[in-house]
């Protein structure tokens, strides 16, 4: 079944057994808000005995996760993120990071 956040309230109705798994089948949160939802859905999970660890990302992107291990792995000087909306998120791990402005040349 699916549920949003704001439904997910109409679990204690359902009454799902201690133990089952919750599949999560969206992005990782990439900002604080999404964060925050993802920390109330984990807390959800908890209190209701289910198992939230079985993630699926299926956009044909790479996770979070993922691209920070491997920018980690290839140790590049600097990192000119393009495909993104939120370019500033890998300011946040530590990598130097460059954000590209339109019509502005860079020297690589």
């Not at 549920?3 to 999560?24: A, C, E, W």
């Not at 209701?48 to 491997?70: F, Q, T, V």
Request: proline share 6%; with cysteine; glycine share 6%.
């Amino acid at each position: 079944m699916f549920m949003n956040y704001f439904q997910l309230n109409n679990l204690l109705d359902i009454k799902p057994k201690t133990g089952s798994v919750h599949i999560r089948s969206i992005c990782e949160p990439f900002n604080d808000d999404m964060a925050l939802d993802q920390k109330r859905i984990d807390n959800w999970m908890k209190l209701l005995g289910l198992h939230p660890e079985c993630k699926i990302h299926s956009s044909g992107h790479a996770s979070g996760p993922d691209l920070i291990k491997m920018i980690n792995s290839i140790s590049p000087k600097v990192i000119f993120p393009i495909h993104t909306e939120y370019p500033g998120m890998l300011r946040k791990t530590g990598i130097k990071c460059r954000i590209v402005k339109c019509n502005k040349k860079y020297v690589i």
